[in-house]
């Protein structure tokens, strides 16, 4: 069983940067690949960003190239995810996923998801 612990979400202001982390116990951590996603009240959920097993290759969502970054550092069994320029839509719960089984971008694909943490972006 994986589990994963987000940690980092926070109110901020438009313009401001921030840094989501998520911990992951219970898989030998190189061997997966995780990803973001998020969700916005009474929207869907979300893909932002993913990055293979040995963090060499990393995809985003058109709505945040540029803006956030996608790391992995397999000695701290650790994701990261670092917003910049955030604006309010950018407002939402954002929730760690590990263990993809198939294209990237798709929710079904990931296997095992943390409990989420809120980053609200004030205008």
């Known amino acids: 069983q994986v589990q994963l612990l987000e940690s980092g979400g926070r109110l901020v202001q438009t313009g401001d940067s921030l840094r989501l982390s998520c911990v992951v116990s219970?898989?030998?951590?190189?061997?997966?690949?995780m990803a973001w996603f998020r969700q916005a009240p009474g929207n869907e959920r979300e893909y932002v960003a993913a990055?293979?097993?040995?963090?060499?290759?990393?995809e985003y969502a058109d709505s945040v190239k540029g803006r956030f970054t996608i790391s992995k550092d397999n000695s701290k069994n650790t994701v990261y995810l670092q917003l910049t320029a955030v604006q309010p839509e950018d407002t939402a719960v954002y929730y760690c996923?590990?263990?993809?089984?198939?294209?990237?971008?798709?929710?079904?694909?990931?296997?095992?998801w943390g409990q989420g943490t809120p980053v609200t972006v004030s205008s």
């Open positions: 219970g898989r030998p951590f190189s061997a997966l690949s």
């Open positions: 990055i293979n097993p040995s963090g060499s290759s990393t």
């Open positions: 996923a590990a263990q993809a089984a198939g294209t990237w971008r798709f929710v079904d694909t990931w296997g095992y």
